[in-house]
């Protein structure tokens, strides 16, 4: 069991203060993975803080068959594409002020990815499909296993990997074409 | 970027919020979903008790309609203001259905029917007294054309032609002669086929526009059999095998129709909306057919 499935289990049991530990946890590299989807920290972090509400308002809804990880991302990325389907229907005009939300995003990237050289290779995911992007942030950046993977983006293992095949031809023309070493 | 505590209390604040949205939707549910259901659930029953009340009468009627012609009673119930009435069958060629069945079938027709025929008896006496009253008129002709003639069939015959074609000049046609031959087994089987599947039909199908449907239609197929035209057919001496007399209501339930199908030992007579028409052996057996197939019975 990972430590987010225990500490889940003594906040069931009543201890108030591993919930704390679950956000300290997985609250940066959720809302990390969340912003891969809305590209907006603000949206990103609504979503996050939902996705945790989940844990408290259906508690009996995990059942530990997997990591609380996975789970967490998997409410987390279901959130988001419910977002992205809803605002197709509403235009936004976002308000807040782009520099203030690039620099947190550089804050919060260099929490969530500690290597220099994976943050080199994140920049270059981003002109990827998502399904690549995804596939490659869950295997690679937050080091979840194939089937893990499979479960958090509803997709068999076998599908998983010819994903990340995929993903990684198109990462090596990208990473070429911006003269990346590999 | 909202701190860590700040990000606690927006969860917890959300969490909160569902958990109160919960509550509420479950008070819904129970406070107006489930007996808006129970309600609905209640009108369903009683409809359904209705709707079995209904179809389970209709049935016995229909039962009651078919047993009564099973068992040879008064198979219309008396409410019923369509379909067939009177069925009679001499007992002398098919033997199918005597004339007595007839008369217990519908008693206040076979009384009529005896009224007519005892005048008839009585004319063929030909007895010097004249019968009383009106007939008075009827009598002395016919009885001078007994007088003329040498056989009593003959004297018969200008009676009948008097009394049922209404006087006409016309030399009488007489196609029923070849009644007096015995039908072949096959020929009043299928007759008696039609005769029951006419019947049957018509009081299974009382008082329902489906049912004036469903003869017209039957009418139609029999008018594409290409029938020969007729004059009126007289009534021959002796009985028909049977006669169907057919009334039904039309679709709005006011005006009613009168088929009148005959049958003597090979011939068919058909009167449809008025117009006489004449079968043949073969014709007959595709009305037969018509009836057994096309209709369903």
């Not at chain 1, 050289?117 to 937050?142: M, P, S, W």
């Not at chain 2, 808006?36 to 389970?56: N, S």
Request: glycine share 4%; with cysteine.
């Amino acid at each position: 069991m990972d430590n987010g499935a225990s500490s889940y289990r003594r906040f069931l049991n009543g201890d108030k203060n591993a919930f704390d530990e679950i956000l300290d946890l997985y609250r940066e590299s959720l809302i990390f993975f969340i912003n891969r989807f809305v590209h907006n920290l603000d949206t990103a972090e609504d979503l996050a803080a939902d996705s945790f509400a989940e844990l408290l308002v259906n508690p009996k809804r995990f059942n530990f068959s997997c990591s609380l990880k996975t789970y967490l991302f998997t409410i987390g990325r279901s959130r988001a594409i419910d977002y992205l389907r809803s605002a197709a229907h509403r235009k936004n005009v976002p308000l807040d002020d782009t520099a203030a939300q690039k620099a947190d995003l550089e804050s919060l990237e260099e929490a969530v990815i500690k290597s220099d050289r994976k943050r080199r290779l994140n920049k270059a995911i981003e002109g990827l499909k998502e399904d690549y992007r995804t596939a490659i942030h869950l295997v690679y950046f937050e080091e979840l296993s194939y089937e893990e993977a499979g479960k958090v983006m509803k997709k068999s293992k076998k599908q998983v990997e010819n994903l990340l095949y995929r993903a990684k031809k198109a990462l090596r023309t990208e990473l070429e074409k911006e003269g990346f070493e590999l | 970027m909202r701190s860590r505590e700040e990000f606690k209390l927006l969860v917890e604040t959300k969490a909160s919020n569902a958990l109160s949205d919960k509550r509420t939707a479950r008070k819904k549910l129970f406070r107006v979903y489930l007996p808006l259901a129970a309600c609905f659930c209640l009108c369903l029953t009683v409809a359904a008790a209705f709707a079995a009340r209904h179809f389970m009468d209709r049935d016995q009627v229909e039962e009651s309609v078919e047993n009564k012609w099973e068992t040879g009673g008064e198979y219309l119930p008396e409410s019923s203001q369509t379909d067939a009435v009177y069925s009679a069958e001499s007992t002398t060629a098919t033997g199918v259905v005597s004339k007595d069945e007839a008369e217990e079938l519908n008693p206040a027709q076979s009384d009529a029917e005896t009224t007519d025929e005892g005048f008839l008896e009585e004319t063929f006496e030909c007895s010097e007294e004249a019968p009383e009253a009106d007939f008075s008129e009827v009598w002395e002709s016919s009885c001078e054309a007994c007088v003329s003639s040498d056989s009593t069939t003959d004297v018969s015959e200008d009676f009948t032609q008097d009394t049922q074609v209404g006087g006409s000049d016309e030399a009488p046609t007489y196609p029923f002669e070849q009644s007096q031959a015995e039908p072949s087994v096959e020929e009043d089987v299928a007759v008696t086929t039609l005769a029951k599947g006419l019947l049957k039909h018509l009081s299974k199908n009382n008082s329902t526009a489906l049912d004036a449907k469903r003869t017209a239609k039957a009418v139609e197929k029999l008018k594409e059999l290409s029938l020969t035209p007729c004059e009126q057919p007289v009534a021959p001496e002796s009985e028909p095998e049977f006669m169907l007399i057919c009334y039904y209501q039309n679709g709005e339930g006011e005006e009613t129709h009168k088929d009148f199908v005959m049958f003597y030992s090979q011939e068919a007579y058909l009167n449809l909306y008025g117009l006489w028409y004449e079968a043949d052996e073969a014709q007959l057996k595709q009305i037969t057919q018509l009836f057994e197939t096309t209709m369903g019975y």
